[in-house]
């Protein structure tokens, strides 16, 4: 007992020491906490996003590393998968042939495709093969020679029957067809890495050249989905001033004071700049689909920063002036809050020990974005606090708000904690844990409905015809 109250005490001189600096020394605190704010708000600035289809695929995995052997002779999975296809449902018209054979064109053209692998039938690998008399033979599809008349149409479809590229690239009604090419994530010559969101416009500029009254154009692939995301990222950022907007209401209402809520969510949005900067500086980008990251950081941030002010409003309140309030708030929650920190940013880390680079990724991001408050909100808001006051008029609006502290429904509340009530609250948790573990084996990993079209190669069908 006695070694925990050393202990204790040591913990409490420790953060009075601290305070004591912070408060003491807060033109130096603030002077330098703004320099990095500047510095690491820069490098925020310059972030971008960052996808990448290798880093969402476990390729320590067995069957990955295998695949990646035989990448070179069969292919990857990075593809994207265009499905032209005849409103009338029959193709063979030369209408249709022609906007077929114009984007096999653009795609073979196309920044980040592998020409070679392009697939469709105006390219030399969509053969058929036929056993006759004199033996086997076989020639391309579509000749090289092909004329959209009756006659050449005619005989691509024979053509099409002695092959097996019906259900493949030919849809099985004769509706349409695909054109299929895989992306290269680095360019092998300047190691520059695949701009996706390029990928993605250059994709939608060709459905917008060729869809007509006549011709529908469907297109999937991991580069369109991550177009999509890209594009729905970016009213992420009204959604995230709309939140800024509601929390400094919320903030106004409950602390009473506009002061208090600017500092509280100053704090929070330097978390997120830092936590940004410093993601720059390590040489990682944010991933489209951990966009949500900061969004998680700024909540996190501000509910340190309105425990924070809202001790330092009660110190006020208690006679204490400025300078130590702020102090006093420090010392009661620098080592909870620190403690709390801590261990939201090992739980982030946990994850990165998922060999899947994307998650790593979020791991870190999350990790460095929790890691950073413990400067924002424990040092810096405390030197900022010091330098706040309340007047006259905000003073009773806390006076009121900390005399509402005995309001019957939180006094119903604290009874909750005598021995009889209390039994109970386990009782029911028990079994709520009870409940949750034995449905825990019906958890579905994975996607439970359908969503995002798959990035592989997409076989015609009757229906073949997604937008994604």
Do not use: C
Not at 22 to 39: I, K
Not at 331 to 352: E, H, R, Y
Request: glycine content about 8%; proline content about 4%.
């Amino acid at each position: 007992m006695a070694a925990d109250l050393g202990y204790g005490a040591g913990l409490e001189r420790f953060s009075a020491k601290i305070s004591n600096f912070l408060v003491g020394q807060r033109v130096l605190v603030l002077s330098v906490m703004l320099a990095l704010t500047a510095l690491l708000g820069y490098e925020a600035l310059m972030q971008r996003l960052d996808p990448g289809f290798d880093k969402s695929v476990p390729l320590s995995h067995p069957y990955m590393k295998t695949y990646i052997d035989y990448k070179p002779e069969f292919g990857g999975s990075n593809t994207i998968t265009v499905f032209v296809q005849d409103r009338s449902g029959d193709m063979f018209n030369p209408a249709f042939f022609k906007v077929l054979e114009q984007v096999t064109q653009d795609i073979l053209v196309m920044d980040g495709v592998d020409a070679r692998t392009v697939t469709s039938l105006f390219t030399p690998n969509v053969n058929y093969v036929a056993v006759t008399e004199e033996g086997f033979t076989g020639s391309r599809i579509v000749p090289a020679d092909f004329e959209a008349t009756e006659e050449g149409l005619e005989r691509v479809r024979q053509n099409l029957y002695r092959s097996d590229e019906i259900g493949r690239t030919v849809a099985k009604d004769f509706s349409g067809a695909l054109v299929i090419a895989e992306l290269v994530e680095r360019d092998p010559a300047t190691g520059v890495k695949l701009d996706y969101q390029q990928v993605a416009e250059r994709l939608e500029q060709l459905r917008d050249k060729y869809e007509s009254q006549a011709v529908d154009i469907g297109i999937i692939g991991f580069a369109t989905f991550i177009g999509d995301i890209i594009d729905g990222a970016r009213g992420v950022i009204v959604f995230f001033a709309i939140t800024l907007a509601v929390t400094f209401v919320l903030l106004v209402f409950f602390a009473g004071s506009w002061k208090l809520a600017v500092a509280a969510i100053a704090v929070s949005l330097t978390a997120v700049a830092w936590q940004l900067g410093l993601v720059k500086l390590l040489g990682y980008g944010v991933d489209p689909l951990s966009i949500l990251v900061p969004f998680l950081v700024l909540a996190i941030g501000v509910s340190h920063a309105v425990q924070m002010t809202n001790a330092w409003r009660l110190g006020i309140l208690s006679g204490m002036d400025s300078p130590a309030a702020a102090k006093d708030a420090f010392n009661k929650l620098f080592i909870p809050g620190a403690t709390a920190l801590v261990s939201d940013a090992v739980g982030f880390a946990v994850i990165m020990i998922i060999d899947i680079d994307i998650i790593r990724e979020l791991g870190i991001t999350a990790s460095i974005g929790v890691g950073v408050m413990l400067l924002t909100n424990k040092f810096m808001l405390p030197a900022i606090l010091s330098y706040l006051s309340l007047n006259e008029r905000e003073l009773a609006r806390a006076r009121r708000g900390s005399e509402g502290a005995d309001h019957p429904f939180w006094n119903l509340l604290a009874r909750s904690s005598r021995p009889l009530p209390a039994a109970v609250i386990v009782v029911l948790s028990l079994g709520l844990v009870a409940y949750g573990a034995s449905k825990s084996n019906d958890l579905v990993i994975g996607d439970s409905e359908a969503g995002a079209p798959s990035s592989g190669p997409m076989r015609a069908t009757t229906a073949t015809s997604t937008r994604s």
